[in-house]
């Protein structure tokens, strides 16, 4: 299949938004899951003793990320689908 040259940019941003999703996905930590808390121990400097509290924190998970790399895929399918029936009807 040939493209024409918008089809190729489509592609081409295409490629690199999956990749920035991907990366910013490893980079909150490659979680499953995603997480609006952590839980994170802490210590009482008074007595010594340590116990666990909740801290609020955004961690991006892989469900997020495949929804974001799944809409974006069909939106750039519908663009270079539609930009090749273009090329056809200018024909």
Known sequence: MKLANN?????LVWIMLVLVAVA????FGGEIFTKTGILVERQD?????S????????VLGLDYTLAFI??????SAII???LKTKRKIEK
């Open 45 to 49: 400097e008074l007595l010594g003793a």
């Open 80 to 82: 270079v689908w539609w």
């Open 51 to 58: 116990f666990k509290e909740w801290q609020n924190k955004f």
């Open 70 to 75: 799944g809409i974006i895929t069909l939106s």
């Open 7 to 11: 089809q190729k940019i489509v592609l």
């Open 24 to 27: 910013s996905w490893i980079s």
